[in-house]
């Protein structure tokens, strides 16, 4: 098959193949949320180059040392789209491209980093959009917040659990 005058802007995507897509960004984002929830963001290493990745997004990106991190702390999705955002990112992730496996699939990420993943709280980037800004989040203790909400999750469903197996135990 040629990719020969193939456009991606203008590719039609299968049904089935969205799904599958879909699924592994779903299953990453869990992941991810397992991890905030067991270990301290701050001590967290999503890769082998996270300092690296740390030093060029901060470099490569200025606002997000302004305002006490306010761009970083809460994502602005239509500047994330925006032309002037899509080539600094496109920009940014080629510097991965045979450094991070997979580093242009799907990711969820929450656009507030104190709050949980939710409907409205969630947007799709790239593999490498994710690891700069979860690591940076997470260097810079932006990331505290959503840990304690993941652990006050687990705790709530492992009390939930422990009442239903004595009440099931009883019966």
């Known amino acids: 098959m040629s990719t020969q005058g193939f456009d991606p802007n203008n590719a039609q995507n299968l049904v089935?193949?969205?799904?599958?897509?879909?699924?592994?960004?779903?299953?990453?984002?869990?992941?991810?949320?397992?991890?905030?929830e067991k270990v301290s963001p701050r001590a967290l290493k999503l890769t082998k180059l996270d300092d690296e990745i740390y030093e060029h997004t901060m470099s490569a990106?200025?606002?997000?040392?302004?305002?006490?991190?306010?761009?970083?702390?809460?994502?602005?999705?239509?500047?994330?789209?925006?032309?002037?955002?899509?080539?600094?990112?496109?920009?940014?992730?080629?510097v991965y491209e045979k450094k991070v496996k997979?580093?242009?699939?799907?990711?969820?990420?929450r656009t507030d980093a104190r709050k949980e993943y939710g409907e409205t709280n969630t947007i799709f980037v790239t593999r490498i959009q994710?690891?700069?800004?979860?690591?940076?989040?997470?260097?810079?203790?932006?990331?505290?917040?959503?840990?304690?909400?993941?652990?006050a999750d687990f705790e709530k469903e492992r009390l939930k659990k422990e009442k239903a197996a004595k009440r099931n135990g009883t019966s």
């Open 102 to 109: 997979d580093y242009n699939f799907g990711s969820l990420i």
């Open 130 to 151: 994710f690891y700069a800004i979860e690591i940076a989040r997470n260097r810079l203790g932006l990331n505290d917040a959503a840990h304690e909400i993941a652990k």
């Open 61 to 94: 990106f200025p606002e997000f040392n302004e305002e006490n991190h306010a761009h970083l702390v809460k994502l602005d999705e239509d500047w994330l789209k925006s032309d002037i955002g899509k080539k600094k990112w496109r920009e940014f992730c080629q």
């Open 16 to 36: 089935e193949i969205e799904k599958q897509f879909a699924v592994k960004a779903v299953e990453h984002a869990q992941t991810y949320w397992n991890l905030l």
